[in-house]
């Protein structure tokens, strides 16, 4: 076959740096306390590889920090591709391929299969399949069937020639969603994992998003019923949360602060332990909020009464709760997600914001319009 017989490129090692930026700064933060996720996906992984795993979350919740620390230290009989798709362009055919694959320095297909096999667990991820220049030129060429070919005996050679289980990791799946190449690529996608798994047990599949809009839409794919698993990965509870400021020498009082404002979303917790004020930073955060729903609210209100009164009797149901239940997404509903302020659970059917922060902003808008 011309693609088994071209030469080949080998790919970039992707080192894993567990550090957050905010202003100009560096915060090496210890990767904390996920162990009940870890232990699911190493049940995963530790088992005949069945079905697609799909990893979901509010944002920001930590799902790429678990993904890089349990790449990092898989056994070394694992070899992860991982393809992301946040911040690409993909409009048709030869976009993707460009994501799927990346090209380096070439080397013979032996030698490829070889360097895949001896790499250490230190380095043990590939942004992408590696791939030859001539093999991405035929691609072009060719349909994505013939693509996802390729990719399915790259992988019976990698497990038979070499003992090694492949572990495909696609993160922001969404971006492709309604891209239409004859069909929509992303069913040709859900097919090709399918096979991957269910069919041929060749590679572990987990696909990673934020948009919750997109996972309620694949929880509700007839194609894909009884070919999917779904794991949450959510914001720090409260006593994880205890244990992490503890590990960041929070005070008592900074610890009850940091919990009261932003809950257990990482993201703030890490602008609060950079923060020399963390009072001030705190309201900060809750003034710049605030404003941001202050305006997707009211400029809604001005826009489109009918769907601000549809959206108002959704925001009033967190006046004094944390969630609430539904059982579609109903389009006053799915404005609310689409602007980031409400987070939709589908495997539990239920809504919530997106964080403490945003919990605590949409309940200021809701007092001040009610006292108008």
Same mark, same amino acid.
């Given at each position: 076959?011309?693609?088994?017989?071209s030469?080949?490129?080998y790919?970039?090692?992707?080192?894993?740096?567990?550090?957050?930026? *905010?202003?100009?700064?560096?915060?090496?933060?210890?990767?904390?306390?996920?162990?009940?996720?870890?232990?699911?996906?190493?049940?995963?992984?530790?088992?005949? +590889?069945?079905?697609?795993?799909?990893? *979901?979350? +509010?944002?920001?919740?930590?799902?790429?920090?678990?993904?890089?620390?349990?790449?990092?230290?898989? +056994?070394?009989?694992?070899?992860?591709?991982?393809?992301?798709?946040?911040?690409?362009?993909?409009?048709? *055919?030869?976009?993707?391929?460009?994501?799927?694959?990346?090209?380096?320095?070439?080397?013979?297909?032996?030698?490829?299969?070889?360097?895949?096999?001896?790499?250490?667990?230190?380095?043990?991820?590939?942004?992408?399949?590696?791939?030859?220049k001539?093999?991405?030129?035929?691609?072009?060429?060719k349909?994505?069937?013939?693509?996802?070919?390729?990719?399915?005996?790259?992988?019976?050679?990698?497990? @038979?020639?070499?003992?090694?289980? +492949?572990?495909?990791?696609?993160?922001?799946?969404?971006?492709?969603?309604?891209?239409?190449?004859?069909?929509?690529?992303?069913?040709?996608?859900?097919?090709?994992?399918?096979?991957?798994?269910?069919?041929?047990?060749?590679?572990?599949?987990?696909?990673?998003?934020?948009?919750?809009?997109? @996972?309620?839409?694949? *929880?509700?794919?007839?194609?894909?019923?009884?070919?999917?698993?779904?794991?949450l990965?959510?914001?720090?509870?409260?006593?994880?949360?205890?244990?992490?400021?503890?590990?960041?020498?929070?005070?008592?009082?900074?610890?009850e602060?940091?919990?009261?404002?932003?809950?257990?979303?990482?993201?703030?917790?890490i602008?609060?332990?950079?923060?020399?004020?963390r009072?001030?930073?705190?309201?900060?955060?809750?003034?710049?909020?605030?404003?941001?729903?202050?305006e997707?609210?009211?400029?809604?209100?001005?826009?489109?009464?009918?769907?601000?009164?549809?959206?108002?009797?959704?925001?009033?149901?967190?006046?004094?709760?944390?969630?609430?239940?539904?059982?579609?997404?109903?389009?006053? @509903?799915?404005?609310l997600?689409?602007k980031?302020?409400?987070?939709?659970?589908?495997?539990n059917?239920?809504?919530?914001?997106?964080?403490?922060?945003?919990?605590?902003?949409?309940?200021?808008?809701?007092?001040?319009?009610?006292?108008?």
């Amino acid at each position: 076959m011309y693609w088994q017989s071209s030469i080949i490129c080998y790919i970039f090692s992707f080192t894993i740096v567990q550090q957050l930026y *905010y202003r100009g700064e560096m915060k090496r933060i210890k990767f904390h306390d996920r162990e009940e996720e870890i232990e699911e996906i190493m049940n995963i992984l530790n088992a005949e +590889p069945t079905l697609i795993t799909f990893i *979901y979350g +509010p944002i920001n919740s930590g799902k790429n920090e678990l993904i890089n620390h349990l790449t990092k230290e898989l +056994p070394n009989e694992y070899i992860v591709f991982y393809v992301n798709f946040r911040g690409k362009f993909i409009s048709d *055919y030869s976009d993707f391929i460009r994501v799927l694959f990346r090209v380096e320095q070439e080397k013979d297909y032996r030698e490829i299969l070889k360097a895949i096999s001896e790499i250490s667990a230190e380095a043990q991820r590939f942004n992408g399949t590696p791939v030859a220049k001539g093999v991405v030129d035929a691609v072009f060429k060719k349909s994505y069937d013939d693509v996802f070919e390729f990719m399915e005996n790259y992988f019976i050679k990698l497990k @038979i020639a070499k003992n090694k289980i +492949p572990v495909l990791i696609i993160d922001e799946l969404q971006v492709i969603k309604d891209i239409k190449i004859n069909e929509l690529l992303i069913y040709k996608l859900f097919n090709f994992f399918i096979r991957l798994t269910k069919e041929t047990h060749l590679a572990h599949v987990f696909a990673v998003s934020s948009d919750s809009l997109f @996972i309620e839409r694949v *929880y509700s794919e007839a194609m894909l019923q009884g070919r999917c698993r779904y794991l949450l990965v959510d914001d720090f509870s409260m006593e994880m949360t205890m244990n992490f400021l503890d590990e960041q020498g929070f005070s008592e009082e900074d610890k009850e602060l940091a919990w009261k404002h932003v809950g257990g979303k990482l993201v703030y917790l890490i602008k609060l332990i950079n923060a020399e004020n963390r009072k001030r930073k705190a309201e900060e955060l809750f003034k710049i909020r605030k404003g941001q729903v202050e305006e997707v609210v009211y400029s809604l209100e001005e826009k489109d009464k009918k769907m601000f009164d549809a959206v108002l009797k959704i925001l009033l149901e967190f006046e004094e709760k944390e969630s609430t239940k539904y059982k579609y997404l109903r389009e006053e @509903i799915t404005f609310l997600v689409g602007k980031n302020i409400i987070f939709a659970d589908p495997a539990n059917k239920e809504l919530r914001t997106q964080s403490k922060l945003d919990l605590l902003a949409l309940q200021a808008v809701i007092g001040e319009m009610k006292r108008r």
